[in-house]
């Protein structure tokens, strides 16, 4: 098992509807989550931590952490064509100094 | 504003021809490192520091070398660049144990013929 799995996607959603990315993590991987949007050509940047288990909200996205499923997922509301991203998915290996290790990604598209 | 910035932004290269990546943070950060995407393989880490002179590989580190002489800067090199190291290369930062989240400078676009 990779230590941290996304599904590729396209997941594609209408406009103004709830997008719902998922990511699950083997046992190497600690609890400490990130979730990334990357659009095509341009760094990711951080848009959720999350390093507890429940919700985290901030603004139209939420992180959600089910530490007994190894399974961390992200929601955004009122979904927008900007949204319209790669979403990654990161963890911290724990026994290779910290460092965080990233899902493949993404994709999402949102349809006007 | 707090910011990771890398030089160049584009470089197209011969096979052979020595090239260093400059990365430069001004948020007083610990850790910085090195990735590089390609299409499929997703984000792979390079090589990392986690303060000054103190440097490791990462999960990718053949054919590259890297610096921390002092705490803002942390170069990449690649001595000898081949066809195979043509890649989106992103470094990025952040503060140290126990705070995570970490920032990525807007990435080098590396083309080696």
């Known amino acids: 098992q990779k230590e941290v799995e996304q599904n590729s996607g396209p997941l594609s959603v209408p406009e103004g509807a709830i997008a719902s990315l998922n990511c699950t993590y083997s046992d190497r991987v600690s609890q400490s989550f990130f979730w990334y949007r990357q659009y095509s050509g341009k760094s990711p940047e951080l848009i959720m931590s999350i390093y507890s288990n429940g919700d985290k909200e901030d603004g139209r996205f939420t992180a959600q952490l089910n530490k007994a499923s190894q399974y961390v997922s992200l929601l955004i509301r009122d979904s927008q064509p900007s949204d319209s991203a790669t979403y990654l998915c990161?963890?911290?290996?724990?026994?290779?100094?910290?460092?965080?290790?990233f899902g493949a990604g993404t994709i999402l598209r949102v349809k006007s | 504003e707090a910011q990771v910035t890398q030089n160049p932004r584009y470089l197209i290269t011969v096979t052979g021809k020595k090239l260093t990546v400059t990365c430069s943070q001004n948020?007083?950060?610990?850790?910085m490192s090195w990735y590089r995407q390609d299409p499929g393989l997703g984000l792979r880490q390079i090589y990392y520091s986690m303060n000054v002179e103190v440097t490791d590989k990462g999960d990718v580190p053949e054919g590259y070398k890297v610096s921390r002489k002092e705490k803002r800067n942390f170069p990449l090199i690649l001595e000898s660049p081949s066809p195979n190291q043509t890649s989106l290369y992103f470094c990025a930062s952040r503060e140290g144990t126990g705070i995570y989240e970490q920032y990525f400078g807007p990435g080098t676009r590396l083309t080696v013929t």
């Open positions: 990161a963890g911290l290996d724990m026994e290779y100094g910290n460092k965080l290790v």
């Open positions: 948020m007083n950060h610990e850790y």
